[in-house]
Each structure stands twice: as structure tokens, then as C-alpha cells.
């Protein structure tokens, strides 16, 4: 597989993925990454994360979405004095809350795991040395993989050119 190849199996175009993940309230960078597991695993040669962590994210994510729902069922604008209504809606709320930064977490391990098999594989396939930056992996996790994966192709020229220059 060339750089662009792999550019064009794995990248998406980043206004489509920020536009989808907005539309599904985040649920878009789950199905990305579902499309794309079993190709990064074929290429990887083995797992490179396994089921129960990805099995993981999805539970969070529904929770995230189910708790302040039924929050909500609890929460009635007219709440009987004494009454502990408000404190059921609440506790559903902080589920919901703390789901979703659990969920947040687990999608930071995965993309890291990524992060690390696509260093390594740009370096055994393409002789490439990538270093992914691991703040901007943290803070943007799959927006920044798929920016990766869109510029490889764009990386492997530079080097090849780089080369040119030096045999010159």
C-alpha cells in the first residue's frame, strides 16, 4: 500500500467528519473508527486495540445520551416540597456527565494506541518517521489521526523530494 493509498482507505475529509460527529452528538467517530478496525488490525498483524475497550466507548456514549433522559422524566416543574425529585433527576444528570468523560478517556487510550501503530507502520512501510504530536492527539484525538492520515500522502513527497535534493 502507497501513502496514498492509505490516505485514501483510511483519511476522510475533515469537514465531513466535524460536521457528522456534530450532526450524531459525537457518534460519527465510533462508526469511523468501526469502519476502519479490522483494516488497521489486517495491517497491523495483530489487535491493536481489542473489542472490550471499543465495546466500552459505546456503552459510555449511550449512557451519556440515556441518564439525562431519564433524568429528565424525574425533573417536573412543579416538585412537592420535602420531596427528593430533584436529587433523582441530579443523580441521572451526573451520570450522564461522567459517562461521557469516561467514554472521552477510553477514545483518548484508543486513539493513542493508533497513534503508536501508525508511527511504527509509516516506519516499516514507508520509511517514514512520523512523530505524532501527543498534546494534539489528546485534545483532538481522531480529528487529528484522520489530519494525519489525509497529510501522508503530502509527507512521503517532501521526503522523496528531500532525497532528490541530497543526491544532487
Known amino acids: 500500500m502507497?501513502?496514498?493509498?492509505?490516505?485514501?482507505?483510511f483519511g476522510e475529509s475533515m469537514a465531513t467528519l466535524i460536521i457528522l460527529t456534530i450532526i450524531s452528538a459525537g457518534i460519527y467517530p465510533i462508526k469511523w473508527l468501526a469502519e476502519r478496525y479490522k483494516e488497521?488490525?489486517?495491517?497491523?498483524?495483530k489487535k491493536?486495540?481489542?473489542?472490550?475497550?471499543?465495546?466500552?466507548?459505546?456503552?459510555?456514549?449511550?449512557l451519556s445520551i440515556i441518564f439525562p433522559s431519564i433524568g429528565n422524566l424525574f425533573f417536573v416543574d412543579t416538585v412537592t416540597p420535602g420531596?427528593?425529585?430533584?436529587?433523582?433527576?441530579?443523580?441521572?444528570?451526573i451520570f450522564?456527565?461522567?459517562?461521557?468523560?469516561i467514554g472521552g478517556v477510553l477514545m483518548i487510550i484508543i486513539a493513542?494506541?493508533?497513534?503508536?501503530?501508525?508511527?511504527?507502520?509509516?516506519?516499516?512501510?514507508?520509511?517514514?518517521n512520523i512523530k505524532v504530536n501527543k498534546i494534539l492527539l489528546i485534545l483532538f484525538n481522531i480529528f487529528y489521526l484522520n489530519y494525519l492520515?489525509?497529510?501522508?500522502?503530502?509527507?512521503?513527497?517532501?521526503k522523496t523530494q528531500n532525497q532528490k535534493l541530497t543526491e544532487e
Open 96 to 101: 450522564g456527565k461522567l459517562s461521557i468523560r
Open 48 to 62: 491493536i486495540y481489542n473489542n472490550q475497550l471499543f465495546i466500552a466507548v459505546i456503552i459510555c456514549q449511550g
Open 149 to 158: 492520515f489525509l497529510k501522508l500522502p503530502i509527507l512521503a513527497n517532501m
Open 2 to 9: 502507497t501513502p496514498k493509498q492509505f490516505s485514501e482507505n
Open 83 to 93: 420531596t427528593s425529585t430533584i436529587s433523582i433527576a441530579n443523580t441521572f444528570f
Open 40 to 45: 488497521w488490525n489486517e495491517l497491523a498483524g
Open 112 to 128: 493513542w494506541k493508533i497513534g503508536k501503530w501508525f508511527e511504527s507502520y509509516c516506519e516499516k512501510e514507508f520509511k517514514l
